[in-house]
């Protein structure tokens, strides 16, 4: 069965500082992509980074930066230098031959 | 890109009354679309995935007779709650994707409020 966990319900961090979120999948798919999807209060789904399970090199989008670890099976985000408008949730996704999300960790940015 | 409108935004009406909800993808054509339903503060739960000009195949514990879905063209899916009651008061979202590697693009969603 191929699933999507992130350990973490909820994670906090501090206007300027870093915070990185975990996210681990199980697949026996060789070629599949990985998503982060944010969802504000509004509850827009915003596609914030993507990456190719074939590309070793890690995507990034300006502050946003995964770790991806393919043998461990491990897609993490960063978030550098958090800003107000980052809180949300955060859902990390799978895409081979199913789309998979996993349950989310809600992000709070103190001021 | 990859703009997906949902309308309506909001609705609210009485029990037993059917309510429409459309997906068009505005800027590209979605080869597939789908529909999720979310409690609060829960992930999205896939409802049903549909491919252009097929039935729409839905998952384990939707009832089809309950959640018609019409993918008509590559652009506009919709999703009809058929004699809606309270219970099926929810924030209903698609979204659409034009390959089976591709990101889903959402809709910004539907409040579906059954008095």
């Known amino acids: 069965a191929q699933t999507v966990t992130q350990s973490q319900p909820e994670m906090s961090v501090q206007e300027a500082e870093t915070v990185t979120l975990s996210c681990t999948y199980d697949?026996?798919?060789?070629?599949?992509?990985l998503f982060w999807y944010k969802q504000p209060p509004s509850r827009q789904m915003i596609l914030v980074i993507r990456?190719?399970?074939?590309?070793?090199q890690n995507a990034t989008e300006n502050r946003f930066s995964v770790n991806f670890q393919k043998a461990a099976k491990s897609f993490s985000l960063k978030i550098s230098d958090s800003q107000l408008g980052d809180a949300a949730m955060y859902f990390c996704?799978?895409?081979?031959?199913?789309?998979?999300f996993g349950t989310g960790t809600s992000l709070t940015v103190i001021p | 890109g990859a703009v997906v409108s949902q309308h309506p935004s909001w609705v609210i009406c009485k029990s037993g009354t059917s309510v429409k909800i459309e997906c068009r993808s505005l800027d590209f054509q979605a080869t597939t679309m789908f529909w999720y339903r979310q409690f609060p503060k829960q992930s999205l739960m896939l409802m049903a995935t549909?491919?252009?000009?097929?039935?729409?195949?839905?998952e384990q514990g939707v009832e089809k007779d309950k959640f018609l879905i019409n993918h008509a063209s590559l652009t506009l899916s919709t999703l009809t709650v058929t004699s809606a009651h309270p219970e099926d008061s929810s924030f209903y979202i698609c979204s659409a994707r034009n390959g089976k590697r591709q990101p889903q693009h959402f809709g910004d969603g539907t409040r579906l409020s059954i008095l």
């Open positions: 549909s491919n252009e000009g097929s039935k729409a195949t839905y």
């Open positions: 996704a799978f895409t081979g031959n199913q789309f998979y």
């Open positions: 697949t026996s798919e060789s070629d599949y992509y």
């Open positions: 990456q190719e399970a074939y590309k070793q």
